[in-house]
């Protein structure tokens, strides 16, 4: 089983709220864990958005808009980001990634359709 | 402004041996953990290896180790990825990034007879 888990797909409308989901493996605690989150669009490198511990250990890139946040759910032991009014160009792959045992590890990527 | 570019890329055969470099400019780099970052194409991203600031710690990849070698020279302000005993497999775009905020363009490794 891999340690990150997202969905390989969403579709949402514009201007509605996407939750996009990055579920930790079984015994792998969510709560312990920074979770990053990353837009990478066609043909560009990754793009950092936000990273994401408590609401009070929290940060967010130089330049993303305040409707892309994040959170975890401790049920589902997940790390989610959520978009708010969603626009066309929020249309890309969202990568999740932690820190996990001396490495980076990713998640394999959701693609988001705004539609 | 933070800026990060890669060099280094290119077609090598499988077995040999490639050199990435990343001039970072924009900060001081000596402040900051970097780490080089693969991506296939159309795929997924995979990282490869981590260094500190002092280069006291580094990491790899299970993938590569015994076979890459990460190091940093913080006079030149560059980051650099020794990549011997190539295969296939290795075949990505390669990123390396600031902690695990700022990424650089890329460069394309092909490995491939």
């Known amino acids: 089983q891999a340690v990150l888990t997202q969905p390989s797909s969403l579709s949402a409308s514009p201007g509605a709220s996407a939750s996009l989901t990055c579920t930790l493996r079984?015994?792998?605690?969510?709560?312990?864990?920074?979770i990053y989150w990353y837009q990478q669009k066609p043909g560009s490198p990754p793009q950092y958005l936000l990273n994401?511990?408590?609401?009070?250990?929290?940060?967010?890139g130089s330049g993303v808009p305040s409707r892309f946040s994040g959170s975890k759910d401790a049920s589902a032991n997940a790390g989610i980001l959520l978009i708010s009014g969603l626009q066309s160009e929020d249309e890309a792959d969202y990568f999740c990634?932690?820190?996990?045992?001396?490495?980076?590890?990713f998640g394999g990527g959701t693609k988001l359709t705004v539609l | 402004e933070v800026q990060l570019v890669e060099s280094g890329g290119g077609l090598e055969q499988p077995g040999g041996s490639l050199r990435l470099s990343c001039a970072a400019s924009?900060?001081?780099?000596?402040?900051?953990?970097m780490n080089w970052i693969r991506q296939v194409s159309g795929k997924g991203l995979e990282w490869v290896s981590y260094i500190s600031g002092s280069s006291t710690t580094i990491y790899y990849a299970d993938s590569v180790k015994g076979r890459f070698t990460i190091s940093r020279d913080n006079v030149k302000n560059s980051l650099y990825l020794q990549m011997n005993s190539l295969r296939a497999e290795d075949t990505a775009v390669y990123y390396c990034?600031?902690?695990?905020?700022?990424w650089g363009q890329g460069t394309l490794v092909t490995v491939s007879s």
């Open positions: 079984s015994g792998i605690n969510v709560g312990t864990y920074r």
């Open positions: 924009g900060f001081t780099f000596s402040n900051y953990n």
């Open positions: 990634m932690i820190w996990y045992s001396s490495a980076a590890v």
């Open positions: 994401y511990k408590s609401d009070s250990d929290k940060r967010q």
């Open positions: 990034t600031r902690d695990f905020s700022d």
